[in-house]
């Protein structure tokens, strides 16, 4: 996808000029580390996608879009301790390549980095920029939050898991497509549209990225596979598995849950096997597809001319059907 490419290029572009202060070292390295390793650079992208959509100016847009590069990459590097994550992007994780303390450290100051590139907005959207920011990343919290609750819990309910997922990871989708129509200057009504196909987006790449994560390849998603079989992580398959296993099934799912000494290949095994004699993976596939066409009934309504929509629509059929 030619438009895609050639913003990846110049978001890219963007993210290494960025500067950092030279001292202390310690501090400044990790985020100079995680910002390089690359990624898919999604949410940048999406603000200024949306932008051009509304018929804005990408590079107003620029510096809101790197502000929530750098605090989405920040989530993640404080996600990876929580979750013990030994690789992002297929390199070892901040804390993995240091230490816990100086992740923290340097996660903390990426969040004032963040607001410092968002305060480089245009005075005449700033205020608004702001509010989306703030809400948004308030948002994050409070969906990881959420997530690390689970983790104290043997069972969830599928209307918890949605919700925890569409504030951690959706919110930040849907907060970037919003950011992108305020600074171009759209209706509300178009800013509200775009917020929610953003959202139904979301959802529907976190249950891809469950996915993946399961049945996924590891050279091209770059993360090990099983990772959140392994940690007991509630994603959409395990927690979909235990809503519809019959009671001998779920004897099987409670006793690899519960094991805190345990064969790593004998339980990835287990319980993906368990996945398949469910069919989990359609089931996800089905419910993914679901959020999918919600988002596209969003975009469609928006008042822009339809050529205008093209650039998005084509991106969000790639996004759903990447392999990693």
């Not at 007991?232 to 004897?251: G, S, Y």
């Amino acid at each position: 996808m030619q438009r895609f490419n050639e913003l990846l290029a110049l978001v890219s572009e963007e993210v290494e000029k960025l500067k950092y202060q030279n001292e202390p070292r310690e501090l400044y390295e990790p985020i100079e580390y995680i910002m390089g390793l690359g990624g898919k650079r999604l949410r940048p992208i999406v603000c200024l996608m949306s932008c051009e959509m509304f018929g804005g100016n990408i590079d107003k847009a620029m510096h809101a879009a790197l502000g929530m590069e750098m605090f989405h990459n920040f989530t993640l590097v404080h996600d990876d301790i929580m979750d013990s994550a030994q690789f992002r992007r297929g390199k070892p994780t901040v804390h993995i390549n240091w230490n816990e303390n100086r992740a923290l450290l340097s996660g903390d100051a990426m969040i004032i980095l963040a607001n410092k590139l968002m305060m480089k907005v245009d005075d005449h959207f700033l205020r608004e920029v702001m509010e989306v920011y703030n809400n948004t990343g308030l948002k994050v919290c409070d969906g990881q939050q959420l997530d690390l609750n689970f983790e104290q819990r043997d069972v969830i309910s599928m209307d918890e898991y949605m919700k925890m997922i569409k504030l951690k990871t959706a919110v930040l989708i849907a907060g970037c497509l919003r950011m992108g129509a305020v600074i171009a200057g759209t209706s509300t009504r178009n800013k509200d549209l775009i917020e929610e196909f953003g959202l139904n987006l979301g959802i529907s790449f976190q249950i891809e990225d469950d996915l993946l994560d399961s049945f996924g390849d590891y050279e091209k998603f770059g993360k090990k596979i099983g990772g959140d079989i392994l940690i007991n992580k509630k994603t959409f398959l395990l927690v979909k598995a235990m809503e519809i296993a019959d009671q001998a099934t779920r004897k099987k799912i409670d006793y690899w849950l519960s094991l805190k000494d345990f064969n790593k290949n004998e339980k990835l095994d287990s319980l993906l096997s368990i996945f398949k004699d469910l069919n989990i993976k359609e089931i996800a596939l089905q419910e993914s597809k679901l959020y999918f066409e919600n988002a596209i009934i969003a975009l469609d309504q928006i008042k822009v001319p339809l050529k205008d929509k093209m650039q998005l629509k084509q991106f969000a059929y790639l996004l759903i059907n990447r392999e990693y």
